[in-house]
């Protein structure tokens, strides 16, 4: 069964400090990796997708990296309105379009 | 330009009643999705629809739980008498169907809330 571990749970930053969010993987045949964003009391919204590892992938202060085990989404200098919880999600190389989610890391950017 | 559209936003039953959660598609998507969230938990798979056809209700619970996605009109997922158990946001999502993988874009979500 596909397994995705989000990791921190949670994470607090100041305005501008840069950091990283983790997610590993086990998937039996990787077909693609998902990032989404989720605001309280909101549907997820698309960041990114990724295929293969060595991939990156950027949209403003995002980047999303991907290795063989995990994917990474870098932040760099967060802004308050960044503040959300980011989803991991992957679909593994099986028949259908059955997308496993992470628990996601709830990330505050204080001002 | 229309995204995924849910209704209703928020839904309130008493325990025993049903519940019909509806989602209407992004423009030019013709698969739909599924997932339940409960608090402090991950989005979970629950069932993966083309038009008229279901292709993947591994998540869906074997009681109770029901969805269709008819030739016209939105997506239903129904829940029959309904159990406290069951409260919980609902969240669809839609994709063109032309991608390996594809991406789902989701809506906005219907949270329920069985009295």
């Known amino acids: 069964e596909d397994q995705v571990t989000q990791s921190p749970e949670a994470l607090r930053l100041q305005e501008g400090e840069s950091s990283s969010l983790n997610c590993s993987y086990t998937v039996s045949g990787l077909r693609g990796l998902f990032w989404y964003r989720q605001d309280p009391g909101k549907g997820p919204e698309f960041l990114f997708t990724l295929y293969s590892a060595g991939e990156e992938k950027e949209k403003e202060r995002l980047k999303a990296t991907l290795t063989k085990k995990e994917s990474f989404l870098h932040i760099t200098a967060p802004k308050p309105e960044d503040s959300a919880t980011y989803l991991c999600?992957?679909?593994?190389?099986?028949?259908?379009?059955?997308?496993?989610f992470g628990t996601g890391t709830k990330l505050q950017v204080i001002p | 330009n229309a995204g995924v559209m849910q209704n209703p936003r928020h839904l309130v039953r008493r325990r025993g009643q049903e519940a019909r959660l509806r989602c209407s598609p992004m423009k030019g998507h013709s698969h739909v999705y599924w997932y339940r969230q409960l608090p402090e938990e991950g989005l979970k798979f629950m069932v993966y629809?083309?038009?008229?056809?279901?292709?993947?209700e591994s998540g869906m619970p074997k009681e109770r739980f029901s969805a269709e996605f008819p030739k016209e009109g939105p997506s239903i997922l129904r829940i029959q008498q309904v159990v406290r158990g069951d409260s919980a946001a609902y969240f669809c999502?839609?994709?063109?169907?032309?991608?390996?993988?594809?991406?789902?874009?989701f809506g906005p979500g219907t949270r329920l809330t069985v009295l």
């Open positions: 629809l083309q038009k008229e056809n279901i292709i993947d």
């Open positions: 999600a992957v679909i593994n190389s099986g028949g259908y379009q059955k997308v496993t």
């Open positions: 999502a839609s994709s063109q169907g032309t991608g390996i993988p594809d991406t789902q874009y």
